[in-house]
């Protein structure tokens, strides 16, 4: 399965090591990660993929292929902006989000647009984000959401 994971583009050490422990788990598990290719929680998660031998694709703001962080494997660019945020919801058949700002709404968003189940860690109180405690609970919850 391809999980999206989407968050804070600038975050906290607590926040990253839990965006690494969710990619790790996703690899772990035989998971794709896919996010918007760029810092903060994007590269802790693809940090965490590249640690246990997982793929990860980045889809890119921008137009320049060098601006992804260096754990993506599989570079998309786009240079729509943040556009580029329903691309990043759309390639992924569940959603993981950490943290997070005005971005990572926008994506949330896109999530209910396009159906996905959405698991998130200390993220935006809206309609169909299911709040879990644990980098294992988010995984565990999109596993079991994304067969249905």
Do not use: K
Not at 72 to 100: C, F, P, S, Y
């Amino acid at each position: 399965m391809r999980v999206s994971v989407i968050g804070g583009s600038s975050v906290d050490d607590a926040t990253a090591e839990r965006a690494r422990t969710v990619g790790r788990l996703l690899a772990r598990r035989g998971h794709v990660v896919v996010c918007g290719g760029l810092g903060g929680v994007m590269e802790a998660v693809c940090a965490g993929a590249s640690a246990a031998g997982g793929e990860t694709v980045g889809i890119l703001p921008t137009a320049d292929r060098r601006d992804a962080n260096e754990y993506v494997d599989t570079v998309i660019v786009t240079g729509l902006g943040h556009a580029r945020n329903a691309m990043v919801v759309m390639n992924g058949d569940a959603v993981i989000a950490v943290d997070g700002g005005a971005g990572t709404l926008s994506e949330l968003g896109f999530a209910g647009v396009f159906d996905r189940p959405v698991a998130g860690l200390d993220t935006h109180d809206v309609p169909g984000v299911d709040a879990v405690d644990t980098p294992e609970a988010a995984v565990d919850y999109v596993e079991s959401a994304s067969q249905h």
